[in-house]
C-alpha cells in the first residue's frame, strides 16, 4: 500500500509564503511521476503541476505563474510545492498523487493520493 501525506498548509495573508511537502515510505517517488492538485470549496479539484522523477515539470496555469514551483528530492522521497504572493484564491485543500504515466494533468490517472493540507489565504 501506497502512502503520501502532505503537510506545510495552513492559515496565512495574502502576500505570504508556503511550502508544502509530499511524503512517502519507501522508493516509490524514484518511479513516480508526482502532481499537485487543489481543491476549493464548491469547485471540482484541479491540476496544479507535476514533475517527473528526472525533475521535468508541466508548466503552470496562468494564475499560478511566476509564484508556485515544484521541486524533488528523490533521497528523501518528497516533492515541495513552494507557493509565493499567496492570494485569497489559492484557498483550498491541496493534494499530492502519484502516476505511473509520465507528466499527466489528469486526476484520473492518477493512482494514490495523500489525504490533502488545507491552505486557507486570509485578504
Do not use: H
Not at 4 to 25: D, I, K, P
Not at 94 to 119: F, H, N
Amino acid at each position: 500500500q501506497v502512502q503520501l501525506v502532505e503537510s506545510g498548509g495552513g492559515l496565512v495573508q495574502a502576500g505570504a509564503s508556503l511550502r508544502l511537502s509530499c511524503a512517502s515510505s519507501g522508493r516509490i517517488f524514484s518511479r513516480y511521476t508526482v502532481g499537485w492538485f487543489r481543491q476549493a470549496p464548491g469547485k471540482e479539484r484541479e491540476f496544479v503541476v507535476a514533475i517527473t522523477v528526472s525533475g521535468v515539470s508541466t508548466d503552470y496555469t496562468d494564475s499560478m505563474k511566476g509564484r508556485f514551483t515544484i521541486s524533488r528530492d528523490n533521497a528523501k522521497n518528497t516533492v515541495y510545492l513552494q507557493m509565493n504572493s499567496l492570494r485569497p484564491e489559492d484557498t483550498a485543500v491541496y493534494y499530492c498523487a502519484v502516476t505511473d504515466r509520465g507528466l499527466r494533468y489528469s486526476r484520473s490517472e492518477y493512482i494514490y493520493w495523500g489525504p490533502g493540507t488545507q491552505v486557507t489565504v486570509s485578504s
